[in-house]
């Protein structure tokens, strides 16, 4: 199961980054031109001529980064299984071979291209070295700095942010109805216990949609004890993915928001519609609800959004997003929350 304990290798050693990770990707490029402009100012004479210098450092680095960079993205799954030492070889082998491939294509092209290549191939190799070694040290300070232990502590407090609000209400909506029905009220309270155990369960792993599905349905059903008809709900759930995997505790908040927001301020029906499509390799979560202006407590909406953005930061990164926008439909405003997450499919049974 993918878990957001991906800062430590078995048993808690280190562990190499995710090269298929667009955040990994972005810190390599920087860090690499970074390094390769640091190098460039160092060897400057005359400061008219470092643009014309960086523009051919970049033009001798850029090939073979790409290069490695595709090809460590095509053997993550084998690195993953490596032990770290064997791992981190094979990553400078990558390295080393996409430089040298790539450099004795480029001088093949001229007819000089002997003599260059016994000037020039021993100090690219020895730079992709020094590199490599510079960077791998940069993520194991980083995975050390975002240890687990700090990284589950911060999750487990953003989770606890949304137990008070979520308790509370669900817990007046079963007293609301344990006079006029109690046989509602019980099965309520079943529905409740059955939360009790989401929340308290350890939420690092990522967990199958049915089951936010679930745990989302059975949080409607108490909000309908109090706001009966009101509450209406609209499942586009059709191209949904039964097997997709996501963030636990990920939809009740939104839909937490989406009634407090819009469906409490206002008398009239209203109705919160919830859908879920596979783009390639993206899961795309939307979700709109109506919108009045004059009603609309900012602060605890952007609260819950902030805390859902921090949340999803923990588990992916920079590969996923969370954007809000305003629509209008025949008149009428609605909010909507677009979430996109790297579409990860969970094991068959």
């Not at 970074?34 to 970049?58: C, I, M, S, T």
């Not at 308290?200 to 049915?210: A, F, K, Q, W, Y």
Request: glycine share 6%; net charge neutral; hydrophobic share 50%.
């Amino acid at each position: 199961m993918k878990s957001i304990r991906q800062n430590s290798g078995p048993f808690g050693g280190p562990s190499l980054p995710d090269f298929r990770n667009l955040g990994v990707w972005l810190r390599i490029l920087l860090g690499t031109n970074a390094l390769a402009a640091l190098v460039a100012l160092a060897g400057n004479r005359q400061l008219v001529e470092l643009p014309g210098e960086l523009a051919l450092l970049a033009a001798s680095v850029e090939p073979p980064l790409i290069a490695c960079v595709a090809s460590l993205h095509a053997l993550q799954t084998r690195l993953a299984r490596l032990p770290y030492v064997a791992g981190v070889v094979l990553v400078a082998a990558v390295a080393l071979a996409s430089t040298f491939l790539t450099h004795m294509h480029v001088v093949g092209i001229s007819a000089d291209a002997t003599a260059m290549a016994r000037d020039s191939v021993p100090r690219e190799l020895l730079w992709t070295a020094l590199d490599v070694v510079a960077l791998l040290v940069y993520f194991h300070a980083r995975a050390r700095a975002q240890s687990p232990a700090l990284t589950e502590a911060r999750l487990m407090a953003l989770t606890a942010r949304i137990r008070p609000h979520f308790l509370f209400n669900a817990l007046n909506a079963v007293l609301g109805v344990i006079r006029s029905d109690p046989r509602r009220a019980e099965a309520a309270l079943e529905e409740l216990s059955d939360l009790f155990r989401v929340l308290m369960r350890d939420n690092r792993e990522l967990v199958p949609l049915s089951e936010e599905i679930a745990v989302a349905r059975q949080y409607l059903d108490l909000e309908r004890l109090r706001l009966g008809e009101r509450l209406q709900v609209k499942w586009e759930i059709a191209s949904c993915p039964p097997d997709a995997l996501m963030p636990p505790l990920m939809l009740q908040p939104l839909l937490e928001n989406a009634v407090y927001h819009g469906i409490e301020p206002s008398d009239q029906p209203g109705e919160i519609t919830i859908g879920f499509t596979r783009r390639g390799e993206q899961l795309l979560i939307e979700m709109t609800n109506p919108y009045n202006p004059a009603a609309q407590p900012h602060a605890g909406n952007q609260m819950a959004l902030a805390n859902i953005r921090e949340r999803l930061m923990l588990f992916y990164d920079l590969e996923a997003r969370l954007e809000t926008e305003l629509q209008s439909e025949a008149g009428k405003d609605r909010y909507l929350v677009r979430i996109v997450v790297p579409y990860r499919p969970g094991r068959k049974a």
